[in-house]
């Protein structure tokens, strides 16, 4: 009798001990689910997710805890990575790690045109975009078919763009292909414009008292210079930001297009143009009409109605200066005097608010028509402006490759001017070519 009392007594005892041990394993969780802790090792949120900024999004905790907002400055990353922030809560301090992902394809789209144009020279075949590829990672393109396989004719294109994370996207575009054979000359083995300059210069025996350059690519933004401080005497490449000047005024209301100045003797000068020719003087002339003559005519009466209307030679040249970042020399104002540093700044103004200098650059591309640098090709557009005065012998002017280029070649005691504008321009147009897809 006295065995089952004390079995009953243990079987009592087993039971009492194992409920204790659920209770506190069951404490524990209850504890362990209502203190605060960090949901997870890794938070990741898409290119341009917004980022959460409150408690309830990073820590676990009990009812009874509030959720709070962080200071959202610990979350205004903005970039593609992985960030560590502590915050603190409930007088605790707990680490974060957030990551961000791109994980979104590349988006393409078509321009408007339905007709390109594939180029073949010196065994290569080379086209011009028709698409733009957008993403937060660098991206490689392939074309299919390939520059060399696409026909004559309407065919449909297609455009695989791919990041750096393998995100991928497909477009295809129905387009009219048009060919092109050009006569360009080879160049020799350089990868840069700055090597490729430097041949021309050691080919020709040109030096800095006979030859200044700039160069500028849109769009890979590739530039190089050459004797960019010296003082040259600009000759009428001056003239295109002085019609620059003119655009900016009727821009900002100051001036019309169809107001007039009145041709007076001293305007007149010799040079190519009508404003002689076709006016006399005390008959008031329009601004349109004197700039476009002073840029397709390269009309210097035109240009000195035009300097006068600004207020006087001294007065145009400090406008002048607002064209260029750099520290202008005091001759500047004083003298028809550039430095390639000024006059690349001046082109890239011009094509950077092309809209706004339209007209302009319309008249340049109507300026000895098919010489200087228009002599290099006649398949591609080009705006420019020439300037010759004594020895000097200079071209300024957008190329409208496929991927366009600004370019001003200056010439000085050389009487071969005209064949070097010519000749390094075809080199900078192969080289330009270069760049864009190829078989």
């Known amino acids: 009798m006295k065995q089952q009392t004390d079995s009953s007594s243990k079987?009592?005892?087993?039971?009492?001990?194992?409920?204790?041990?659920?209770?506190?394993?069951?404490?524990?969780?209850?504890?362990?689910?209502?203190?605060?802790?960090?949901?997870?090792?890794l938070f990741t949120f898409s290119y341009g997710e917004a980022i959460p900024t409150n408690s309830d999004a990073y820590l676990s905790y009990g009812a009874h805890y509030k959720d709070v907002e962080f200071d959202p400055q610990l979350f205004a990353m903005k970039d593609i990575g992985?960030?560590?922030?502590?915050?603190?809560?409930?007088?605790e301090r707990f680490q974060l790690r957030i990551a961000i992902v791109d994980d979104q394809p590349p988006v393409i789209t078509?321009?408007?045109?339905?007709?390109?144009?594939?180029?073949?020279?010196?065994?290569?075949?080379?086209?011009n975009d028709f698409w733009e590829v957008q993403d937060e990672s660098d991206v490689t393109l392939e074309?299919?078919?390939?520059?060399?396989?696409?026909?004559?004719?309407?065919?449909?294109?297609?455009?695989?763009?791919?990041?750096?994370?393998?995100?991928?996207?497909?477009?295809?575009?129905?387009?009219?292909?048009?060919?092109?054979?050009?006569?360009?000359?080879?160049?020799?083995?350089?990868?840069t414009v700055q090597q490729l300059v430097n041949e021309f210069i050691r080919q020709k025996r040109l030096s800095s008292n006979s030859f200044a350059f700039f160069y500028y690519s849109v769009g890979d933004e590739e530039s190089f210079l050459y004797n960019e401080n010296r003082l040259i005497n600009a000759a009428s490449t001056i003239k295109v930001p002085l019609n620059m000047?003119?655009?900016?005024?009727?821009?900002?209301?100051?001036?019309?297009?169809?107001d007039t100045l009145v041709l007076i003797k001293s305007d007149m000068e010799e040079g190519?143009?009508?404003?002689?020719?076709?006016?006399?003087?005390?008959?008031?002339?329009?601004?349109?009409?004197l700039q476009k003559q002073s840029i397709e005519n390269s009309d210097n009466t035109a240009t000195n109605m035009l300097v006068?209307?600004?207020?006087?030679?001294?007065?145009?040249?400090?406008?002048?200066?607002?064209?260029?970042?750099?520290t202008l020399p005091r001759e500047f104002y004083t003298q028809n005097v550039v430095t390639m540093n000024y006059m690349s700044d001046v082109m890239k103004k011009l094509f950077q608010d092309q809209k706004k200098y339209a007209k302009v650059i319309s008249y340049m591309k109507n300026a000895a028509v098919g010489c200087f640098l228009q002599s290099s090709t006649d398949v591609f557009e080009i705006a420019q402006k020439y300037g010759q005065f004594a020895d000097n012998l200079h071209a300024v002017g957008i190329v409208y490759t496929p991927q366009p280029y600004l370019v001003g070649i200056y010439t000085m005691n050389r009487s071969d001017g005209d064949a070097i504008i010519r000749e390094l321009n075809q080199w900078l147009i192969a080289y330009q070519l270069m760049k864009e897809p190829m078989d």
Do not use: W
């Open 245 to 258: 000047l003119y655009e900016d005024a009727y821009a900002q209301g100051s001036r019309k297009g169809e």
């Open 82 to 91: 992985t960030y560590d922030v502590e915050v603190e809560f409930e007088q």
């Open 11 to 41: 079987k009592r005892i087993r039971k009492m001990f194992l409920g204790i041990v659920m209770m506190t394993i069951a404490a524990m969780l209850f504890i362990m689910n209502e203190h605060p802790r960090v949901k997870q090792s």
């Open 143 to 191: 074309v299919e078919p390939a520059p060399n396989e696409i026909k004559s004719g309407k065919q449909e294109i297609c455009v695989i763009a791919k990041d750096k994370y393998a995100n991928t996207a497909t477009a295809c575009q129905s387009v009219t292909v048009k060919k092109e054979t050009l006569e360009l000359p080879k160049l020799p083995d350089v990868q």
């Open 272 to 289: 190519g143009g009508d404003t002689l020719k076709k006016h006399h003087i005390g008959e008031a002339i329009s601004y349109m009409y």
């Open 110 to 127: 078509f321009s408007d045109q339905n007709q390109i144009t594939i180029y073949k020279y010196n065994q290569h075949t080379v086209m």
């Open 308 to 326: 006068r209307g600004l207020g006087g030679f001294g007065k145009f040249r400090d406008q002048l200066a607002q064209y260029s970042t750099q």
